[in-house]
Nanobody, 123 residues
Framework: QVQLVESGGGLVQAGGSLTLSCAAS????????MGWFQQVPGKEREFVAA????????RYADSVKGRFTISRDNAKNTVYLQMNSLQAEDTAVYYC????????????????WGQGTQVTVSS
């Protein structure tokens, strides 16, 4: 069992930066892949980024490539999402998730989810 708690959301101006953190409980963190998703009201939860258990393999949605960076610190049981050059379209609730697969981008493959953290980008 893995429990996930996100933090770091907030209000930021367009062009600014924000770093989200996701703290995981459980002894299996270092052996599971992690991901970030975003969701706006009335829309499906969408993939943002994923990282393998080792941190060496990453995947990004086209909309965030070059602006967002996912990373992890297995010693701290934490995964991060560094978000730069934020745009109004990035406004959403961001969810951290864990998958038993080596890496994944589809939300159906993620087994554990955090409660989400709100990111609001003002234009």
């Amino acid at each position: 069992q893995v429990q996930l708690v996100e933090s770091g959301g907030g209000l930021v101006q367009a062009g600014g930066s924000l770093t989200l953190s996701c703290a995981a409980s459980g002894r299996t963190f270092s052996s599971i892949a992690m991901g970030w998703f975003q969701q706006v009201p009335g829309k499906e939860r969408e993939f943002v980024a994923a990282v393998s258990w080792s941190g060496t393999v990453t995947r990004y949605a086209d909309s965030v490539k070059g602006r967002f960076t996912i990373s992890r610190d297995n010693a701290k049981n934490t995964v991060y999402l560094q978000m730069n050059s934020l745009q109004a379209e990035d406004t959403a609730v961001y969810y951290c998730a864990a998958t038993r697969l080596a890496i994944a981008t589809a939300k159906n493959y993620f087994n554990y989810w955090g409660q989400g953290t709100q990111v609001t980008v003002s234009s």
